[in-house]
């Protein structure tokens, strides 16, 4: 699964949903749901994504629409993985930007 943001400092919640091809509500919902979900909010209360936010949304993704988990079970796994140094998650999503890119730059020559 690639999804593909610029790299900003904040995205807004609108962008994210975008990215994954959601709904804004259930972006809210996941928010609520997992506690590694942390958006900052504006004075307004627009809800601003880190890349760190992003990072955990790919993750509870693949475990909820790509691998079928419940939501109890994708928060179980995902309290599982925190303790791990380098999950494989991580370095399949690591892999998958550098082939993305890679891609990019062939298409460019």
């Not at 999503?93 to 730059?105: G, N, T, Y």
């Amino acid at each position: 699964m690639h999804i593909d943001l610029p790299e900003k400092r904040y995205y807004s919640i609108g962008e994210v949903a975008k990215a994954f091809d959601v709904n804004t509500s259930l972006i809210r919902f996941w928010e609520k749901e997992f506690d590694v979900l942390k958006p900052k909010k504006n004075a307004k209360g627009n809800r601003k994504f880190t890349p760190e936010d992003i990072k955990n949304l790919k993750f509870i993704f693949h475990l909820v629409k790509e691998r079928g988990f419940t939501l109890e079970g994708a928060k179980t796994h995902l309290k599982e993985e925190k303790k791990k140094p380098l999950e494989t998650f991580e370095i399949i999503s690591k892999l998958e930007a550098i082939k993305a890119q890679l891609i990019k730059i062939k298409n460019q020559l």
